[in-house]
């Protein structure tokens, strides 16, 4: 999910693997797989950087997991530094 910004100053979040097109048109509208249409605060290069953003994030957490280095927090009354516990490596699953 992406967070972007309508043009009355309200944020929202965008699934971003659902974007088809982003363009300007002066506003900056998301057209979304199924033809539905957002405008947005964000340019046209806001929201290409959010997209790309957003999918090196998830390629970097698969490579830490691959490596076993991820440390997902798990949610827990109180987090502590027990609720933070390492992903288990290939060998440990």
């Known amino acids: 999910m992406i967070r972007l910004t309508r043009l009355n100053g309200t944020d929202f979040a ?3 693997d659902l974007v088809q097109r982003v363009e300007a ?3 900056t509208v998301i057209t979304l797989l199924d033809d539905t249409k957002y405008v947005v605060a964000e340019t046209v ?3 290409i950087r ?3 953003d957003y999918r090196a994030g998830i390629q970097a957490v ?3 997991m691959d490596r ?3 440390r997902a927090q798990r949610p827990a009354a109180g987090a502590d530094d027990a ?3 390492p992903f288990p ?3 440990e699953r």
Do not use: K
């Open 25 to 27: 048109h002066p506003d």
């Open 62 to 64: 698969a490579y830490q």
């Open 50 to 52: 959010e997209i790309r």
């Open 89 to 91: 490596t290939r060998e």
């Open 68 to 70: 076993g280095e991820y």
């Open 83 to 85: 609720s933070v516990v």
């Open 14 to 16: 965008l699934n971003a």
């Open 45 to 47: 290069d806001d929201v």
